[in-house]
């Protein structure tokens, strides 16, 4: 699986959007981009995943640019329990047994 | 709907000592996995199975057994429990549909080998 590389730390003001970036260079036709969040203590959440074109859902939008080596995650109005780590993720798929590989992520922080 | 369960929650072990770790998943999905996040860092995987009676090594197997004998249970046996086993594991199970793989993570099992 490609590698992704994130910023290790970020500040965002409750109430602003949050734009996490994560570079993702080497991924291949074939791999997805996923993220995921750990809120401390707690078992990684999913939050969102996509292959070429831009997704929405509830918790957030995932922006991956036309040559897919850049990704950005879209908290659209961040509250304090948006607080946590943020993973982006790469992943074969079906042809590594959807495993996912879990770097070091981004760890986010809402300040009121 | 429980979700990812994991027993226990604490425990300390000796030195040498086994134990086994049981994670239980009631939303009938194929693939299990086994984690450990040491502090500061990310999840590595350790084991994971793609059905019942099936498993397969992750990035750091040495010193870990799995086990896959129902498809609700994963089990994950340590048999000489080191200082370097000191960790937070997860076990999560996944919800597969075409590429998308969601996975539900436990709460967690914390592990301090003494």
């Known amino acids: 699986d490609a590698k992704t590389t994130q910023p290790p730390s970020m500040d965002c003001a409750e109430g602003r959007a949050a734009n996490l970036p994560c570079n993702h260079s080497?991924?291949?036709?074939?791999?997805?981009v996923y993220w995921y969040r750990q809120i401390h203590s707690q078992g990684p959440q999913y939050i969102i995943h996509?292959?070429?074109n831009n997704e929405t859902n509830e918790m957030a939008s995932l922006i991956i640019t036309e040559d897919r080596k850049s990704s950005t995650l879209i908290l659209p109005h961040a509250t304090l329990r948006d607080t946590a780590v943020y993973y982006c993720?790469?992943?074969?798929?079906?042809?590594?047994?959807?495993?996912?590989?879990f770097g070091a992520g981004t760890t986010v922080t809402v300040r009121a | 709907n429980a979700g990812v369960t994991q027993t226990p929650k604490f425990r300390v072990l000796k030195t040498g000592q086994s134990m086994t770790l049981l994670c239980a998943q009631d939303?009938?999905?194929?693939?299990m996995y086994w984690y450990r996040q040491d502090p500061g860092m990310g999840l590595r995987l350790i084991h994971y199975?793609?059905?019942?009676?099936?498993?397969a090594k992750g990035e750091v197997p040495d010193g870990y057994n799995v086990s896959r004998l129902k498809k609700q249970n994963f089990l994950l046996g340590l048999e000489s429990a080191a200082p370097s086993q000191t960790s937070v594991y997860f076990c999560?199970?996944?919800?597969?549909?075409?590429?998308?793989?969601?996975?539900?993570f436990g709460p967690g099992t914390r592990l301090t080998v003494l």
């Open positions: 999560a199970s996944s919800y597969i549909s075409g590429r998308l793989n969601e996975q539900f």
């Open positions: 080497t991924i291949s036709g074939n791999e997805y």
């Open positions: 996509g292959l070429k």
């Open positions: 993720i790469v992943s074969g798929g079906p042809t590594n047994d959807y495993k996912l590989s």
């Open positions: 939303m009938n999905h194929e693939y």
């Open positions: 199975s793609v059905g019942e009676g099936t498993t």
